[in-house]
């Protein structure tokens, strides 16, 4: 049973700085890409970032890009998602999933797991 879980969301004033973790159990985790969603409430659960299996490909939203980094350490079955210079709009849950492949996407039909999800608030 593979098994999410992040950590690191809270309550931060806009301009402010996060950092996301999301452990993840089972072997061989590069074998997968990793991605981070959000969910904001009304609405419907958006992507955020994307990493390969080994990471040596990212991707991310265009709401997102320049402010958010998206990283994974395959030793530690971990991903992050840095996130900087936050505003408002980045309110929302924030979840991990790991990908049906080793490649990433932007839809969530292709992720398998996915954690439970930690609250990102952030501040006027």
């Known amino acids: 049973q593979v098994q999410l879980v992040e950590s690191g969301g809270g309550f931060v004033q806009a301009g402010g700085s996060l950092r996301l973790s999301c452990a993840v159990s089972g072997r061989t985790f590069s074998n997968n890409g990793m991605g981070w969603f959000r969910q904001a409430p009304g609405k419907e659960r958006e992507f955020v970032a994307g990493i390969s299996g080994y990471g040596r490909s990212t991707a991310y939203a265009d709401s997102v890009k320049g402010r958010f980094t998206i990283s994974r350490d395959n030793a530690k079955n971990t991903v992050y998602l840095q996130m900087n210079s936050l505003k408002p709009e980045d309110t929302a849950v924030y979840y991990c999933?790991?990908?049906?492949?080793?490649?990433?996407?932007?839809?969530?039909?292709?992720?398998?797991?996915w954690g439970q999800g930690t609250q990102v608030t952030v501040s006027a």
């Open positions: 999933a790991r990908s049906t492949s080793i490649r990433y996407g932007s839809s969530p039909g292709g992720y398998g797991y």
